[in-house]
């Protein structure tokens, strides 16, 4: 049998260790209070232990705060970056400039991914769950790579629905906004015996369209339907099973600059259409507490989507199995787990979209193991870990992690973190070839012809099975104050990034010099034809670096019983070196400043005021700086029915949250102030 | 034969024997037994049992079991109940020390021991909490019981009144209210 040190480790005896201590001891606290898992470590633990930089949305703050969808959640959070493309549309990231198609963010609802490999990111439009059954929205700003797997570079949001046990009212909500939005959803929950319980609900949006948009008039209007349900049965009490169905679809509107694939010159028309995309998700999960000191848990999950737009039709479906083990040894804490996903991935073949080598399914398995112990006396902490991942496009990834923890007392913590995260290449980055909006000549060389120099040249992305993971090895630093009427935290973060996105030009100056000539001679058509045939070519490769580095802030203070404060700060530097005759997929340089202001003011148990007001400068997105306002004030006129009255982006006067007019097909619209009103009933 | 271990994996055992041998010692905690001692303190902050307390000056959790009695008294020793002290005592069934009990909390592992007690007990002011499967039908107030990996609660609003024991409505409603059977 070969030695290994881990197993050597594990047969020594005598030596016990800390388990996690509670925070808070009120009520809700207690209610919230997670026997095993929480995101972060992928094992019960306060935010206070936990050596990375987690922040967490109650249940509470939902419903104070008025918030009606999972980005407008997000937008909650500090450091998170919540960009509003059109009334559909979100462009999300954190510590990275985010976009349509951005990939450097893991997002699971209870446990199942979410994420889509054909452009490594996540349709926001398409989680459409009821935010009145969310328990928490947990967020990791950061590499969390180790425990979930790879695309977690920059972080990862797990939204965890409420237990069964918890909804089996009947509740209602009904909303409608000036801008003539409205909304209605509907639970229905029951207790079946002692050990079973479970939960069906129903939600209807039917959202009009904005004004404007970069191009014309907007027309992002549209229509969300969902059905899901979740069943929990619990025959025992270290055994327990939840199983969870929900189908969503939408139809929504959409503006976007098409370039002609039809005509001669690739002109970006844009145009209004209609797309649509539906969505089946199941997951199933199985948990057992072995004894008081092991636990495991047993996954499956699958989704399946189809979605319909002019200029791509997809078809995909995935399916995970995930199986995770921990335990309390006398020497720590050790945690390991299995899982495999088979990714089906049929391309429909389009004028803009085709595929180079015909793949049609990935596959990804791989393990992981973390080891927590404390060091030397109980205020040190260490956290060894490693995740290893076979997947079909580039073999093996390791994401190694290590975190130490200092609690010199109950209310301080620092911490200091290195680890290395992998970002896989999407399927579509290294097998697609994509159509994108076209460009003038003029934009690539000169032309003696003013005439041709307009003229619209399609371009092409092209797929490149050469294309690398992203490797990403980051430092950061932590520091945490918790005393009873306030808390403080501080993150100071720095990464390295190597085979990051740069496309390599390749303008086609023989057949563009053919075309003159032949314009110069009158013919029109066949120069037309000629540049049809030769578009601009943007070879994918990943050949660049990003430097990042920056710092979250935040500080909560209860200043009196009836206000509570949150002030939030983060900023982010992002510096691209790109190889000489490579274009960097985004800007070369650029920051985000973001500053927070969040408050809660209670006069009685049945009023609430909540204020959330956000900065963030538009360098990086290359639009105004934003400031949005909103304001919730929820009334409980009884114990069964409230009222709320929305203030959404009270501050937006036509404004632009998102400007990179290349990341997309899709034209993004000018945001107003909407106002809205809601009543809920739960019975 | 001669084994060669790469400069890797050199490290990684000495990273892992140096975790080993350094590590502390420190006393286990088991997350249950500290979440379930938070609701008993919630419970007896929102109910009437201070109404008709003898002892000005402490509260006192009795336990069947030392660890809970030993984490519950970490977990709330800074903690008061309307300016009484938190104190925590094991007890075993027909104790004298019983007298002196404001709130009992009965572990699964030993209700065997103490159901015949529960079911012949005389009616008191003392709040009886436990966690296996029957303890309400057995004449408990209050029993915990798992939901996936949350900690929930169920009352016996029957068994209260017989007491003589009024809990707030905002506990209430965060259990299941059961009846006696």
């Given at each position: 049998m070969k030695y290994s040190p881990i197993s050597l480790a594990l047969t020594l005896c005598c030596l016990a260790v800390q388990a996690s201590t509670l925070d808070e001891l009120d009520l809700e606290s207690l209610m919230a209070a997670d026997l095993q898992s929480t995101s972060a470590m992928k094992r019960a633990q306060s935010v206070q232990q936990t050596a990375a930089s987690v922040y967490v949305l109650t249940q509470q703050e939902l419903a104070q705060s008025g918030v009606d969808s999972i980005p407008d959640a997000l937008a909650?959070?500090?450091?998170?970056?919540?960009?509003?493309?059109?009334?559909?549309?979100?462009?999300?990231?954190?510590?990275a400039t985010g976009g349509r198609f951005s990939s450097k963010l893991l997002v699971m609802i209870d446990g199942q991914s979410v994420y889509n490999p054909v452009f490594a990111g996540v349709f926001w439009e398409s989680m459409n769950l009821p935010i009145y059954d969310i328990e928490r929205i947990e967020v990791i700003r950061g590499p969390g790579g180790l425990l979930w797997g790879s695309n977690a570079t920059h972080g990862v949001v797990n939204i965890i629905t409420k237990h069964s046990i918890d909804t089996t009212t009947t509740y209602a909500e009904a909303s409608?906004?000036?801008?003539?939005?409205?909304?209605?959803?509907a639970r229905v929950g029951q207790e079946l015996s002692r050990d079973a319980s479970y939960r069906i609900y129903a939600d209807y949006r039917n959202q009009s369209s904005l004004d404007d948009s970069v191009e014309g008039s907007a027309y992002d209007g549209g229509i969300y339907k969902s059905v899901g349900s979740r069943f929990d049965y619990n025959p025992e009490d270290d055994l327990s099973w939840m199983a969870q169905l929900e189908w969503n679809q939408l139809k929504v509107g959409q503006q976007i600059a098409l370039p002609s694939v039809t005509l001669s010159t690739a002109l970006n028309e844009p145009i209004p259409e209609l797309y649509s995309r539906h969505q089946l998700r199941f997951v199933t999960r199985v948990e057992q507490a072995m004894s008081s000191r092991a636990s495991q848990s047993l996954q499956l999950a699958y989704l399946k989507g189809k979605g319909r737009q002019s200029y791509a039709n997809e078809s995909f479906s995935h399916y995970d199995l995930d199986y995770q083990m921990n335990l309390e040894l006398s020497l720590g804490q050790l945690d390991w787990g299995l899982n495999y996903r088979y990714n089906n991935l049929p391309l429909l073949n389009s004028s803009y979209l085709q595929s180079n080598t015909g793949i049609d399914s990935t596959e990804q398995y791989g393990l992981f193991l973390q080891y927590q112990a404390p060091l030397f006396n109980d205020e040190w902490g260490l956290t060894l870990g490693n995740k290893s991942e076979h997947n079909s496009l580039t073999n093996w990834e390791n994401q190694p992690s290590v975190r130490l923890l200092w609690q010199p007392t109950n209310e301080q913590a620092a911490w200091l973190a290195w680890s290395k995260g992998v970002?896989?290449?999407?399927?579509?980055?290294?097998?697609?070839?994509?159509?994108?909006?076209?460009?003038?000549?003029?934009?690539?060389?000169?032309?003696?012809?003013?005439?041709?120099?307009?003229?619209q040249l399609g371009s092409l992305y092209q797929g490149n099975a050469s294309v690398d993971s992203e490797k990403t090895t980051s430092q950061e630093l932590g520091y945490r104050w918790s005393a009873t009427e306030w808390k403080f935290d501080l993150s100071i973060f720095r990464s390295e990034s190597e085979n990051i996105l740069t496309y390599d030009p390749h303008v086609p100056e023989g057949a563009i010099a053919e075309a003159l000539a032949l314009f110069s001679q009158g013919q029109i058509e066949e120069a037309g034809a000629l540049l049809q045939a030769n578009p601009l070519v943007l070879l994918l490769r990943s050949n660049g670096q990003l430097t990042t580095h920056g710092m979250e802030l935040g500080l909560h203070f209860q200043l009196t019983e009836e206000v509570n404060i949150e002030l939030g700060a983060s900023y982010s530097n992002y510096e691209f070196d790109t190889p000489a005759g490579s274009i960097e997929s985004q800007p070369t340089t650029a920051s985000t400043r973001q500053l927070f202001l969040k408050s809660r003011y209670q006069p009685t148990e049945r009023h609430s005021l909540y204020l959330q007001f956000r900065y963030e400068d538009g360098e990086a997105y290359e639009t105004d700086d934003l400031r949005i306002l909103d304001i919730n004030w929820l009334w409980q006129l009884s114990p069964q029915l409230a009222l709320s009255v929305r203030g959404k982006n009270l501050l937006a006067d036509d404004q632009l949250q998102f400007g990179h007019s290349r990341d997309s097909f899709t034209q993004a619209s000018y945001h107003r102030p909407e106002l809205a009103l809601q009543l809920s009933y739960q019975l | 034969m001669r084994v060669v271990l790469s400069p890797i994996r050199f490290l990684i055992n000495c990273l892992v024997l140096g975790v080993v041998l350094f590590s502390s010692n420190a006393p286990c905690q088991d997350k249950g037994y500290l979440i379930k001692a938070g609701?008993?303190?919630?419970?007896?902050?929102?109910?009437?049992?201070?109404?008709?307390?003898?002892?000005?000056?402490?509260?006192?959790?009795?336990s069947s079991d030392?660890?809970?009695?030993?984490?519950?008294?970490?977990?709330?020793?800074?903690?008061?109940?309307?300016?009484r002290s938190i104190v925590t005592q094991v007890v075993v069934p027909g104790a004298s020390e019983l007298s002196m009990c404001n709130t009992l909390f009965i572990t699964q592992d030993a209700s065997e021991q103490w159901q015949y007690w529960l079911e012949k007990k005389a009616s008191h002011t003392m709040l009886i909490v436990g966690e296996s499967?029957?303890?309400?039908?057995?004449?408990?107030?209050?029993s915990f019981f798992r939901a996936g990996t949350k900690v929930r609660f169920e009352v016996s609003p029957t068994h209260l009144k017989q007491s003589g024991i009024k809990i707030s409505s905002k506990v209430l409603r965060l259990g299941r209210v059961r009846g006696a059977n």
């Open positions: 909650l959070v500090p450091g998170v970056q919540v960009r509003r493309i059109d009334q559909n549309q979100w462009a999300i990231s954190i510590r409608l906004s000036d801008g003539s939005n409205t909304h209605l959803g970002q896989l290449p999407s399927l579509g980055f290294y097998d697609y070839n994509i159509q994108t909006s076209s460009v003038p000549i003029n934009a690539l060389l000169e032309t003696p012809s003013p005439e041709l120099s307009q003229f | 609701f008993i303190y919630n419970f007896a902050r929102y109910s009437s049992l201070l109404d008709n307390l003898s002892d000005p000056h402490n509260f006192t959790l009795c030392s660890d809970f009695a030993e984490q519950a008294k970490q977990l709330l020793h800074q903690k008061n109940i309307k300016g499967r029957n303890f309400l039908n057995q004449g408990g107030h209050i």
